[in-house]
């Protein structure tokens, strides 16, 4: 009797026991990263709010940074409900989360990794939008064009995670109960080949992992030595930047900043899927299965960190989204006049260039022009930059009287 009874409780043991986890977990996991997750929701939805109320917004490049947002509203909310609740289920051995956990955890984790994959190709596609506009091979795109591109990036995202819905499945953990009453497993179709190496790796790892982040850091090199080359040109010549330029190049430094984040939070994930396809047995072993474990553990928590980090580098970089942020906030409190903080074209300041008779100026024309626009110009550059300017001035000019003769 005796001898049954310790089979029992071996078995039991082996099978049916809540493994609690180690503390470092805890921490990393169940505190950190659902402060940042909560952080990073409550950021986002703040964006998203200041992006979609905007018209203007809804049909320039800050449409990707709308749809960005609203990705990581759900990212944010989807990591507390995978990660946390994964923990704490076993640290308190609580029967509500583990059944919380174990009936969204299928959806929800295809839907993740779907949103995580869109939100990569997102920032592809809006960087390589930014390289074309910079380099001057293309104008920006339009809407409808975006629109496309958006819809083809969720096409590809969901090709290429939306199976893991059906690959995973959910079975009953023979005669346990509880938190431990159910175990996850991987269909075994799913890991047959071709599937697993020409699907699995070479479409699904490559689409969501590899792709993404060498293009964007491709498109961000190019970037930052175009920058260079366009602020080394100003400065030789001594021209003056217009205000217009200026918008261009903070949102094309917003955009690397970024990218940027993006590309360091991600860079252990691509070196652990590499890992995984090279040789996944050594990740196995029990000297590296600690480092598989907490590596996983730090992707998932960086996805969130890189998330966290938009709006303060949207704040940071550009200046129409932090003057609506402002607006945004100070019309919340009560003792602050909303007509007077409305935003509005005359906020924007721009750079022309005038004739004076004697050669271009640049000034800035603001709400109360003088009666004589050259009272308040500035005069910008050297003797040999308005003879630049006034040759192309006048070469322009003969070409736009060349056309209404025609017309006439």
């Known amino acids: 009797m005796s001898a049954e009874t310790s089979e029992v409780d071996d078995w039991w043991e082996d099978h049916c026991s809540i493994i609690p986890p180690e503390t470092l977990r805890i921490v990393l996991v169940g505190v950190i990263g659902t402060l940042l997750a909560t952080t990073s929701l409550i950021f986002n939805v703040f964006l998203f709010v200041i992006l979609v109320k905007s018209r203007q917004h809804r049909r320039t490049h800050l449409l990707y940074l709308l749809l960005l947002a609203l990705i990581d509203v759900f990212l944010s909310g989807s990591y507390i409900v995978l990660f946390p609740v994964n923990i704490y289920m076993d640290y308190f051995e609580s029967e509500i989360l583990a059944a919380i956990w174990w009936n969204s955890v299928r959806p929800m984790l295809a839907l993740c990794h779907i949103a995580i994959t869109a939100s990569a190709l997102l920032l592809t596609a809006a960087t390589f939008e930014r390289f074309l506009t910079i380099s001057k091979i293309q104008s920006q795109f339009s809407t409808f064009k975006r629109l496309i591109l958006a819809a083809l990036v969720l096409l590809f995202a969901a090709l290429a995670k939306a199976p893991l819905f059906f690959e995973m499945q959910i079975l009953p953990n023979e005669n346990c ?15 047959t080949e071709p599937y697993n190496t020409y699907y699995k790796f070479w479409f699904r790892s490559v689409v969501s992992t590899f792709l993404p982040f060498f293009l964007s850091l491709n498109f961000n090199i190019r ?55 090279i040789d996944v047995a050594s990740l196995m072993t029990p000297e590296i299965r600690p480092f598989y474990t907490y590596s996983s553990d730090f992707v998932s928590l960086l996805t969130i ?4 980090a938009r709006l303060p580098i949207y704040y940071a970089c550009n200046g129409r989204i932090r003057r609506e942020v402002n607006v945004f906030l100070l019309g919340m409190c009560p003792c602050f006049n909303r007509k007077s903080l409305k935003l509005s074209r005359e906020n924007l300041a721009t750079m022309r260039y005038f004739n004076t008779g004697n050669g271009f100026i640049v000034y800035s024309p603001t709400k109360d022009l003088p009666t004589s626009p050259t009272d308040s110009a500035k005069c910008v550059g050297t003797g040999f930059d308005k003879i630049v300017l006034s040759v192309a001035m006048a070469s322009w000019q003969s070409e736009r009287r060349a056309q209404m003769i025609e017309q006439c």
């Open 177 to 191: 109960t509880g938190v431990t009453g159910f175990v996850p497993s991987m269909h075994e179709w799913s890991l």
């Open 223 to 277: 970037i930052v030595h175009r920058l260079r080359q366009q602020h080394t040109g100003a400065r030789l010549f001594r021209f003056a930047t217009s205000d217009h330029r200026k918008n261009i190049r903070s949102a094309t430094t917003m955009l690397v900043c970024v990218t940027c984040t993006y590309l360091a939070c991600n860079l252990l994930n691509v070196i652990v899927t590499a890992w995984e396809f």
């Open 305 to 308: 960190v890189a998330s966290a």
